[in-house]
């Protein structure tokens, strides 16, 4: 079973959302009561926040220009992801909404996760005294994680309704 180059590039994307996962939970339980474990709320946010811009920025430039590629008159839609749903009108919600919604929530983790990993590298020494700081990290921690999600649950579900959109069926 060989694997193709779409389909390549589309498990990079994936394993960096499994590092996203493994960068949220250390930086989570790093921000814990105990002192020994701060360098994990340090470095899971840096993975968080690198994961994050890899799996953007992977997603933007590599996985969606196959998603929005014009289709040659008379073409099988099926190979088209985007011309497929605004093709049926009972399908192009999945665009307007699922897609374009997707699209933009998925940047806003980066930027989170950066501010998360920036307020635990700056305030490193005092995340263990200052609840305020380890309360805005553990808050950016979480809303980059969560909007990753979104983007990533719109994407596999974008996945099973339009056929080919993400190079997998």
């Known amino acids: 079973m060989a694997v193709t180059d779409r389909q390549f590039l589309l498990l990079l994307h994936l394993g960096l959302g499994a590092l996203y996962l493994h960068g949220f939970g250390s930086g989570l339980a790093g921000l814990s009561q105990h002192a020994r474990l701060v360098r994990f709320a340090v470095i899971g946010a840096m993975v968080l926040a690198f994961a994050a811009w890899a799996s953007v920025l992977t997603g933007t430039y590599l996985i969606y220009p196959w998603y929005r590629a014009v289709a040659p008159a008379g073409a099988d839609l099926s190979a ?9 009108p009972s399908l192009e919600r999945w665009h307007k909404f699922g897609m374009e919604w997707k699209e933009h929530v998925a940047w806003l983790s980066p930027i989170l996760a950066t501010a998360a990993a920036y307020l635990a590298v700056r305030y490193r020494s005092q995340l263990e005294e200052w609840v305020g700081v380890r309360r805005t990290v553990r808050v950016f921690l979480t809303l980059a994680f969560a909007t990753g999600l979104v983007a990533g649950a719109l994407g596999a579900a974008l996945n099973k309704v339009a056929p080919n959109a993400f190079a997998f069926q």
């Open 80 to 88: 088209f992801p985007q011309r497929f749903l605004l093709a049926d």
